[in-house]
């Protein structure tokens, strides 16, 4: 939420930006859809920079893969929700 990044952050504008990461399995090589809810002003997907849209697409590979999202550290979203189909995203 909005006010627990402020609260941390009190100066974030000093700062190289703001950023959310997660990581997901994919079974296999291939281009994956991703729904991003929340806006984001950049992304790189395993270190490979990608266009963030309300639905954008980049390819994956099999195993662990990692999404990196940069957030406008001004003004961020009040909520960040991102998913894609056949996706398990990791939760620790």
């Given at each position: 939420?909005?006010?627990?990044?402020?609260?941390?952050?009190?100066?974030?504008?000093?700062?190289?930006?703001?950023?959310?990461?997660?990581?997901?399995?994919?079974?296999?090589?291939?281009?994956?859809?991703?729904?991003?809810?929340?806006?984001?002003?950049g992304?790189?997907?395993?270190?490979?920079?990608?266009?963030?849209?309300?639905?954008?697409?980049?390819e994956?590979?099999?195993g662990?893969?990692?999404?990196?999202?940069?957030?406008?550290?001004?003004?961020?979203?009040?909520?960040?929700?991102?998913?894609?189909?056949?996706m398990?995203?990791?939760?620790?």
């Amino acid at each position: 939420p909005r006010e627990a990044i402020e609260g941390a952050f009190s100066t974030r504008n000093n700062n190289r930006g703001l950023f959310a990461a997660t990581q997901f399995e994919a079974a296999r090589r291939g281009k994956v859809t991703f729904t991003l809810a929340g806006g984001a002003t950049g992304a790189w997907l395993n270190g490979h920079q990608v266009t963030p849209a309300a639905q954008f697409t980049a390819e994956v590979k099999p195993g662990l893969n990692t999404l990196v999202l940069q957030l406008d550290a001004v003004n961020p979203p009040t909520a960040l929700r991102l998913s894609a189909g056949e996706m398990s995203f990791r939760t620790e």
